[in-house]
């Protein structure tokens, strides 16, 4: 995040409480800019506890066109965003399923959605940085050594303010 975002970030102190009940059918679909709000809570509420990378309101509206979502009722319960890289490879960011929706396999959906997207592009393998390599393992996602991931250190480790102390996982999965 640049200076300027930063002024505008305020991570909220809580979870959004849904509306829809936790049964509720769940449909995965692409982002839309009107639920750019619900993704930056859903996001930044995981970022301030450390659990993922946060992102500001300007660089989600930006980025809405790599979403793809959850929605029950109405309401957008989870989400997850595919960024392309390089020539063969995309990766997974900003995963995130809300408390009341967890453990129903939206997760591998959302995640399902995005590695076929990648290969309808004719990208080879789809990568993730994450705190949480045993989601992604039971995804078909394995551990690599980070030098594999080269482009993706080029373009965003080298700013990223976790750039000497990272602690995420580098995982791929190929399509
Ligand atoms: C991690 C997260 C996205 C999982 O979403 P979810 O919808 O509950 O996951 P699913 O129900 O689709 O789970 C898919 C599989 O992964 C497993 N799984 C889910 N979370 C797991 C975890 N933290 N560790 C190990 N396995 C996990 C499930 O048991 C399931 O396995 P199975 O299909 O073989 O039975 C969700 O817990 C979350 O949003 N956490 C907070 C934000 C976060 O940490 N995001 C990841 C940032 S890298």
């Known amino acids: ?9 305020h991570p909220p102190a809580e979870l959004p409480r849904l509306q829809v009940p936790p049964d ?6 692409r982002g839309r800019v009107d ?5 930056y809570e859903l996001i930044n509420y995981y970022a301030a506890r450390g659990d993922m990378l946060p992102r500001a309101m300007d660089h989600l509206y930006h980025r809405v066109r790599e979403f793809h979502v959850a929605e029950a009722g109405g309401e957008v319960v989870g989400c997850a965003a595919l960024k392309i890289i390089w ?3 995309a990766e997974v960011i900003s995963m995130v399923v809300h ?12 995640v399902e959605s995005l590695v076929q997207e990648a290969c309808s592009l004719g990208i080879a393998n ?4 994450t705190l949480q390599p045993g989601f992604f393992s039971r995804l078909g996602f394995r551990e690599i050594p980070k030098t594999y991931l080269h482009h993706k250190i080029w373009q965003d480790c080298d700013i990223c303010f976790k750039k000497d102390r990272c602690d995420e996982i580098p995982m ?4």
Do not use: K
């Open 24 to 29: 509720a059918a769940v449909h995965i679909r």
């Open 172 to 175: 791929i999965r190929e399509c």
């Open 99 to 110: 408390p009341d929706f967890q453990g129903r396999s939206l997760g591998r959906q959302l």
């Open 126 to 129: 789809v990568c993730t940085l």
């Open 35 to 39: 639920d750019v709000p619900r993704l």
């Open 1 to 9: 995040m640049n200076e300027q975002s930063m002024a505008w970030y």
């Open 87 to 89: 020539r063969d490879l």
